[in-house]
């Protein structure tokens, strides 16, 4: 049996964890799932679409928002329990927290990030490609487990629903959760302000160390404005204090997906690239046409960007005016 | 306070990483090491909240020999002292290298008393194994929580904030405690001329480790498919303006 974690903000539903699931289908066994928390019990139907058998509900007060020990030690349980193959989650933030905090309670090998899944989950091995370097470098990797504890990496699997829906029929597990574990639980927030985000915007103006300063970036996000999007930025310019980390796009940073992405002044580094390399369309701007950034990108301007912007917003004023 | 701050050796390729013949390793002739860089603002955020309550701060690692520079950058912006636990056998997988860490901190603690807080970063940026510090948290009995963006010590308790898709989630964790931090939490000093000098006289213990390895074993590294590209240079200069607007119009991204 393949348990699956899903994963969910006070009751609704990450979309990412419909990722883990059509990649525990491949293994050809029973997929159940695992809701953690009284808010996720209306979860249960959503699964159904995703050939889920049994919907696993936790219930304790612990649980009534996420918490890092808490929601590890409910998967620990449940894996105690039901004794699983495999367990997968989507390697997000919470997953991979989630299944690091199981691993570490049980004692079992966990790896995070998988691409592909080889072989039968009851075999005392499983065989996977894992991600490396934010995906700059992939590993075949081996896991030896009885009950093998693997995270999918995010956008790794289009998630699709099953040929055959499953009946995802509600079974309370019973837990014990040390009320201590509280002390993880996420104990206030500050909601996001809506707006278009580095991560969602349809086109990103990036800058790098070729933009020289902090006000350089100017006429980058006039670009950006004209257009819609937002600007971004590489690691020597956050490092250089010229933007804000919050724009930094790569491994490190945000990985983006525009329509357009524009290079400004970036020599992309792999790290860069990992990060970049979901845009539709890139167009670097760069002195140097053997630059990195350039020999990847769909078009370039080969050419100093401080001349270049401003005519590429001068000539979209000109033509949006005619 | 006490804070104790585990980093990871890492090489710093460039346009591409390449593999060894052998398949067994990133080929790092003509290439840096660095820390990797969650761990960079680790030291940081160790370095600030040392600033700001005193105390003494120690930076960890395990791995080859020569991550004692790492150690000794990390003493040139703000640590104290450096422990190194030397390996010779190349990486070791993330059971083994947690529980050679908690046996190294059980020990730093039985002779000076227990660390506040314990600091790692997210992941590592070689291995990306997301769970070393989860590990160790959990092995000494502490609270753990990773992605930490944003990092604070009042009242006995850190206070972590994080990104979620929601908005920014807060945790107050009771000291001591462990805490995974993200590039972004602060922006890393540089070091000064005075914090490099002290960096060469400083102690760095070196000691080799051991403990079992775990059931994750790397069998081969491999590159990613390539994209390449027939790049369309659009023209030189400023002059180009036409002709990537004229792109843009076919993108549809002219609205
Ligand atoms: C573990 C690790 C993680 C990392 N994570 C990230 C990450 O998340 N994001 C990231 O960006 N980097 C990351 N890096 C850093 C990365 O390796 C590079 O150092 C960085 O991306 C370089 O930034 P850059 O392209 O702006 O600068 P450079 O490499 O210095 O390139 C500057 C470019 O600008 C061009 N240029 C200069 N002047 C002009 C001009 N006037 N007009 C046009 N072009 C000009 C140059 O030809 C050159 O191509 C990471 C590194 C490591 C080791």
Redesign the pocket.
């Known amino acids: 049996m393949i348990l699956v974690l899903i994963e969910h903000d006070r009751g609704s539903l990450a979309p990412a964890s419909l990722e883990a699931l059509t990649a525990a289908r491949t293994f050809g066994d029973a997929v159940e799932a695992l809701t953690i928390g009284d808010t996720a019990d209306g979860l249960a139907a959503d699964l159904e679409a995703y050939g889920v058998t049994v919907v696993h509900q936790a219930h304790d007060d612990v649980l009534g928002d996420y918490g890092p020990e808490a929601w590890g030690e409910v998967v620990a349980q449940a894996v105690r329990a039901l004794s699983p193959a495999v367990v997968l989650a989507t390697g997000t933030d919470r997953g991979n927290e989630v299944l690091a905090q199981a691993a570490a309670r049980l004692d079992l090998p966990f790896a995070a990030n998988a691409i592909e899944l080889r072989g039968s989950a009851d075999a005392d091995t499983l065989d996977m490609t894992r991600v490396r370097w934010g995906g700059s470098l992939l590993e075949d990797a081996s896991l030896t487990a009885p009950t093998k504890l693997v995270t999918v990496a995010h956008h790794a699997v289009d998630a699709a629903p099953a040929d055959t829906p499953g009946a995802a029929t509600p079974s309370l597990l019973a837990v014990e959760i040390d009320p201590s574990l509280a002390r993880t639980v996420v104990s206030g927030r500050v909601e996001r302000e809506a707006g278009v985000t580095l991560a969602t915007a349809p086109v990103v103006v990036g800058g790098?160390?070729?933009v020289?300063s902090a006000d350089g970036f100017a006429p980058l996000q006039e670009l950006a404005d004209e257009l819609g999007g937002v600007v971004g930025c590489?690691?020597?310019?956050t490092n250089n204090g010229w933007r804000n980390h919050t724009d930094?796009?790569?491994?490190?940073?945000t990985r983006i997906a525009p329509d357009v992405y524009f290079a400004?002044?970036?020599?992309?580094?792999i790290?860069?690239w990992v990060?970049a390399m979901a845009s539709k369309h890139i167009i670097a701007?760069?002195?140097?046409q053997q630059?990195n950034?350039v020999t990847k990108a769909g078009h370039a301007v080969i050419g100093?960007?401080?001349e270049v912007v401003p005519a590429i917003t001068a000539e979209i004023r000109r033509r949006k005016s005619a | 306070m006490r804070i104790c701050v585990c980093v990871k050796r890492?090489p710093?390729p460039?346009s591409k990483i390449n593999i060894t013949a052998d398949g067994q390793q990133v080929d790092t002739t003509n290439l840096g090491f660095?820390t990797?860089?969650h761990e960079e603002c680790a030291v940081e955020a160790a370095a600030q909240l040392v600033e700001e309550h005193g105390g003494e701060a120690t930076v960890l690692t395990l791995g080859p020999a020569e991550a004692e520079e790492q150690l000794r950058y990390a003493i040139s912006v703000g640590m104290h002292r450096g422990v190194l636990l030397a390996t010779a056998d190349g990486e070791w997988d993330p059971q083994r290298t947690a529980r050679a860490l908690t046996t190294a901190i059980t020990e730093l603690e039985a002779v000076d008393g227990p660390f506040d807080l314990i600091l790692f970063g997210n992941e590592s940026?070689d291995a990306g194994g997301f769970q070393v510090g989860i590990r160790v948290a959990h092995a000494l009995g502490r609270p753990m929580v990773n992605g930490a963006k944003g990092l604070s010590v009042a009242d006995g308790a850190a206070s972590v904030e994080r990104e979620a898709d929601a908005g920014r989630e807060t945790y107050s964790l009771p000291l001591p405690a462990v805490v995974g931090v993200k590039e972004g939490v602060n922006l890393p000093r540089y070091p000064t001329m005075r914090g490099r000098l002290a960096s060469k006289k400083a102690e760095v213990a070196s000691n080799q480790p051991s403990a079992d390895a775990g059931g994750l074993a790397e069998q081969v590294l491999k590159s990613p498919p390539e994209r390449t590209s027939q790049t369309i240079v659009l023209g030189t200069g400023p002059d180009a303006a036409p002709a990537v607007v004229d792109v843009l119009e076919e993108l549809g991204v002219l609205s």
């Open positions: 790098g160390r070729g020289g590489s690691r020597a310019v930094q796009v790569g491994q490190t940073g400004c002044g970036i020599s992309g580094a790290q860069h990060g701007i760069n002195t140097d630059a950034m100093d960007l401080h | 890492v710093a460039g660095t990797s860089p940026a």
